[in-house]
């Protein structure tokens, strides 16, 4: 309700002390603590960017706070995703932030949604909040959220990060931009990595994330200077900000329904072209690696395509690294002949998909290899339990 009957609405004693820094500010008030009081946002995802913005509108006074999330709490994820703690290692993430959202604001409402949000319940779960965030890290959920707003007429406040950089803005408020104004198409599936595989700053999170509380609460109060129709970008490593220019396009489709997001991002298509390439390479279990390297280790070569600094945290023995991006570009495809020379070739990665799409393009070059199922992985979880999981 961004519009709320302000005498309907009373501050308790304790919050008129708790929020006093809020309502001693001119473009607060007391008239503004109680829109935060009154309104209801959603935040779906709560790991890097959700961890601090819900943090945040929980401090401010956010009344009704929805969490949509579906995942559980790994060690991996404390690094950044702020709201959760050790203790909750291996426990539902909406439960984990539901006790931190308490922690801070008692009075809060929150509500749990433990799904993953689909075409099938999106409207029905986004529908009674004023305000939506956008803290996922996929496209098929980020076109699903961006058109589930428009039909819905409901703000959605953004936010992105990889690596070092991020950005932000506010879709579909105020006859501003969509995401499709953004993003007409999505990318060729794998084109962009995940976090997962590139790495992610981890105040990268709470930078963005805290902007988008900013922007999510300045809507609340019916700020007139938000991030609508400009996107911000923000460069840790440069400490540098900038903005572009977005405008609604004239000609975008028509939102009228929600569709199916996975096969609109391709992610269908993508996964059976990678089961089809992984059927064409040969693969090996970590047990067979274990006895080949026990037995002498000599009549074949193993290389490794991760990154250089994903080889410092963990190695399989005798492996030699030759990363991906060599062998896309055609810089490792001689170094790998030589090594060959004559021996059995076989590959590995994190967990079989990099190993499998580098010996995908090593056999188009003349060069055939195996694959090793699981990566090093499944070498930690099933042959070595000393290296490292990342």
Not at 285 to 304: A, S, Y
Request: proline share 6%; with cysteine; aromatic share 6%.
């Amino acid at each position: 309700m961004l519009n709320p009957n302000l005498d309907e609405i009373e501050l308790t004693k304790e919050e008129y002390q708790r929020y006093s820094r809020h309502i001693i500010l001119p473009e607060v008030g007391l008239d503004g603590q109680k829109r935060l009081k009154s309104a209801s946002v959603v935040c779906i995802g709560t790991g890097g960017l959700g961890s601090p913005l819900l943090l945040y509108l929980a401090a401010a006074g956010i009344g009704r706070i929805g969490i949509v999330d579906f995942d559980i709490v790994d060690s991996s994820n404390l690094q950044r995703q702020i709201i959760h703690g050790t203790s909750w290692v291996n426990k539902p993430k909406i439960q984990s932030a539901k006790n931190r959202i308490l922690e801070i604001n008692p009075s809060a409402q929150v509500d749990l949604y433990e799904t993953r949000l689909s075409s099938e319940n999106a409207l029905e779960i986004l529908e009674p909040y004023d305000v939506v965030v956008d803290g996922t890290d996929n496209f098929p959920t980020r076109y699903l959220t961006n058109d589930a707003c428009v039909l819905l007429n409901k703000p959605n406040v953004y936010g992105s990060i990889f690596r070092f950089e991020g950005q932000a803005t506010v879709f579909n408020y105020e006859e501003g931009p969509n995401y499709r104004d953004l993003f007409p198409e999505p990318p060729p599936p794998g084109m962009v990595p995940s976090c997962a595989e590139g790495g992610v700053l981890g105040v990268l999170c709470g930078i963005i994330g805290t902007i988008q509380a900013t922007e999510t609460i300045k809507i609340i109060l019916g700020a007139k200077n938000t991030l609508s129709g400009r996107l911000l970008l923000y460069n840790a490593l440069d400490m540098s900000f900038r903005e572009l220019k977005l405008r609604p396009n004239p000609e975008r489709p028509v939102i009228e329904k929600l569709i199916d997001y996975e096969q609109f991002c391709g992610i269908p298509q993508a996964k059976a072209q990678e089961t089809q390439q992984q059927m064409e390479i040969p693969e090996m279990t970590v047990q067979e690696l274990k006895q080949l390297l026990d037995l002498d280790g000599k009549g074949f070569v193993l290389i490794d395509v991760r990154n250089p600094n994903e080889y410092q945290i963990a190695q399989i023995p005798g492996a030699i690294l030759v990363p991906l991006p060599e062998i896309e570009d055609g810089s490792g495809v001689e170094k790998i002949k030589e090594l060959a020379n004559g021996h059995r070739l076989i590959a590995h990665c994190k967990s079989g998909k990099r190993s499998a799409k580098a010996l995908g393009l090593l056999k188009a070059a003349g060069i055939e290899g195996t694959n090793v199922k699981g990566g090093i992985l499944a070498w930690s979880k099933e042959i070595d339990s000393s290296v490292p999981q990342y």
